[in-house]
């Protein structure tokens, strides 16, 4: 059964239709008709009619990514920062909804810091090397945080489909907790938390002795198993589910996923957060690498290229736009050095790069870690 029609109309036409786009990050970007906009640096395209609309900067970008030329639409161009890297996902998220499809891989930058969530007055004083990605790189609570962060960017997104419609699974159920504390009261981020491996142990605080407890009992609960509250057996999605957001799967977790997808069929919409499929080398089975490879769609991606091949370089796509490998100076602005309909491979990026014309100087001052967040910076 395709996706419903119904859904899809509705997701598509508020997004589409909406005056202005506010996302959680602070950024605004207003939608008016190509005839009221001027022809400046600070207009965005989108999507595949670029001649219906354009989309209007509110606010002033402090770094200028991209070649400039202008007459690329921005699902070519690098997106300048953070807040423009969420407004072109936001906008090829819905290119692809329109499409119809139901299989959505996006990818953000290692520990991108969305500024959804407000960090306490006490702790921005004390911002170490790795908080800045800098030395060390980012902690695991950073990369917790960012993957948190983007789920509720997406969260936010369908909200139009109903909260109880919605599902957000998490690998571990400390993750899903979280997840949950952050979000409580938050009306724009009703949805279903869930833990794909319910296996965390929950130490209880006090030992019940109102009532005696055999040794089948007794060994539950030491062990945590407790399953008063939890579903018992291989993680399922919840009937009804419209929107499945799977957040860093692992290749554990791609695993059943791929199961899932095969039970709900294409009327669910399945999207992986953060997934880094391209850094997992067996997906399981040939079917589970056929779908993950090919049926999901890369609708955003904005990450490292092999650094072994291209130094310094990034991969970026926004659907339905093309996959563009820039390279990122010490000083200066990022410069397009390929740009083409598939996602280069390692040897058609170390061709673009071996082709490009680098001085001693530059190449002596670059310093680039495996993590492209730094550009947001």
């Known amino acids: 059964m395709p996706i419903s029609r119904i859904r899809l109309c509705i997701v598509s036409a508020i997004l589409l239709s909406m005056k202005i786009l506010h996302s959680s990050t602070g950024s605004v970007v207003a939608f008016v008709p190509v005839d009221q906009c001027r022809k400046t640096s600070e207009t965005i395209y989108f999507g595949k009619n670029h001649d219906k609309y354009r989309a209007s900067r509110k606010i002033p970008l402090s770094i200028s990514f991209g070649s400039g030329n202008q007459a690329k ?4 161009t690098l997106p300048r920062d953070v807040k423009e890297a969420v407004s072109n996902c936001r906008q090829a998220t819905q290119q692809a909804l329109q499409n119809r499809l139901s299989r959505m891989d996006i990818e953000f930058p290692v520990g991108t810091k969305f500024g959804v969530e407000k960090t306490p007055a006490a702790s921005k004083t004390k911002k170490s090397a790795s908080d800045a990605l800098g030395d060390g790189g980012p902690t695991q609570a950073i990369l917790d945080r960012s993957n948190r962060e983007l789920a509720r960017l997406f969260v936010e997104m369908f909200q139009p489909v109903g909260g109880e419609n919605i599902v957000v699974a998490f690998v571990e159920e400390d993750l899903a907790d979280a997840a949950k504390q952050k979000w409580k009261g938050d009306a ?3 949805s279903r938390i869930l833990a794909m491996n319910r296996s965390k142990a929950k130490k209880k605080a006090a030992k019940k002795t109102t ?12 062990v945590g198993d407790d399953n008063e509250d939890k579903p018992s057996g291989p993680f399922q999605l919840p009937p009804k589910t419209e929107v ?5 799967p692992g290749p554990k977790e791609l695993v059943v996923i791929d199961k899932i997808c095969q039970e709900v069929g294409m009327g669910t919409l399945v999207v992986l957060l953060n997934a880094r499929l391209d850094k997992i080398t067996n997906f399981g089975s040939e079917s589970a690498a056929k779908l993950f490879q090919q049926e999901f769609e890369p609708v955003f991606s904005l990450a490292a290229a092999p650094q072994e091949e291209a130094p310094s370089c990034l991969l970026y796509r926004a659907y339905p736009g093309d996959w563009v490998l820039a390279r990122k100076p010490k000083v200066g602005q990022p410069k397009t050095i390929l740009t083409q309909a598939t996602k280069p491979s390692r040897e058609e990026c170390q ?9 001693d100087l530059e190449k002596n001052m670059e310093d680039f870690v495996d993590n492209v967040a730094g550009w947001f910076r």
């Open 188 to 190: 724009g981020a009703s």
């Open 73 to 76: 639409s921005s699902t070519a």
């Open 351 to 359: 061709k673009a790069y071996d082709a490009l014309e680098v001085g």
């Open 211 to 222: 009532k005696a407890k055999g040794f089948a009992a007794k060994l539950a609960a030491e």
């Open 244 to 248: 499945a957001l799977f957040v860093a």
